[in-house]
């Protein structure tokens, strides 16, 4: 079956550390983003990728970083410029915009501090 | 900017209608979603609806759309215990972008 993976699911980091948040999607989708969501709030946009090579900033993108050289995969990076990285992070995939189709969503990673 | 509105909390007793409502603020969005997220999970799209329809039913679910008020609505028929969850609207703007709005968390009673 189609569909996006987010690995780990529960991620610990210790101060001053950098760490990779996977994602890949096997939906041929070209278009990927990375969202934070905290306890009783909405989703915020940190990053997202419309096509491979390229991606640009979102709402809260200070402290993190991407990459996209494959068209599958979209690695979130915490780094240790993030002073308050612990949230529930969120990727998703979509067509392109022409099409009706929504974002599809991973079951994310929770990532707390150790 | 633009924001999306929606109440934090909901309780319904079980078999009754759950409405939860949502506000916007682009006139130009194409289309509005709602998902649904269960506890530790991801989120799962419900419905949608394209921004000249007025109503849209898929089963137990019927979305409500007032463009000049900008106000969407999803109403839940016969709630489940398993329809608990939180509940979030979202506006689609160019370039298949989402913003969306805070979340509804619907308590479901048996």
């Known amino acids: 079956d189609g569909g996006i993976t987010q690995s780990p699911k529960y991620l610990f980091r210790k101060e001053g550390q950098n760490v990779t948040l996977s994602c890949e999607q096997n939906?041929?989708?070209?278009?990927m983003y990375w969202y934070r969501q905290d306890p009783g709030q909405g989703l915020r946009l940190i990053y997202y990728?419309?096509?491979?090579?390229?991606?640009q900033k979102g709402d809260i993108a200070e402290g993190y970083s991407v990459s996209r050289e494959k068209k599958e995969s979209f690695p979130l990076t915490v780094t240790s410029a993030q002073k308050n990285p612990t949230a529930f992070y969120l990727c998703?995939?979509?067509?392109?915009?022409?099409?009706?189709?929504?974002?599809?969503f991973g079951d994310g990673t929770r990532l707390s501090i150790l | 900017g633009e924001d999306v509105e929606q109440s934090l909390f909901l309780s319904v007793r079980e078999g009754d209608s759950s409405v939860i409502n949502c506000t916007y603020t682009?006139?130009?969005?194409?289309?509005l979603y709602w998902y649904k997220q269960e506890p530790g999970a991801g989120l799962q799209l419900l419905t949608y609806?394209?921004?000249?329809?007025d109503m849209k039913q898929d089963q137990r679910l019927t979305v409500l759309l007032n463009k000049k008020d900008k106000h969407l609505s999803l109403r839940i028929a016969d709630t489940q215990t398993g329809d608990s969850a939180i509940y979030f609207c979202?506006?689609?703007?160019?370039?298949?972008?989402?913003?969306f709005g805070g979340g509804t968390r619907l308590m479901v009673k048996p």
């Open positions: 998703a995939s979509s067509t392109p915009e022409d099409s009706n189709q929504p974002q599809h």
């Open positions: 939906l041929n989708h070209d278009a």
């Open positions: 990728s419309q096509i491979v090579n390229d991606f």
């Open positions: 682009d006139s130009s969005s194409t289309y």
């Open positions: 609806i394209f921004s000249n329809m």
């Open positions: 979202a506006e689609r703007h160019a370039g298949n972008m989402l913003t």
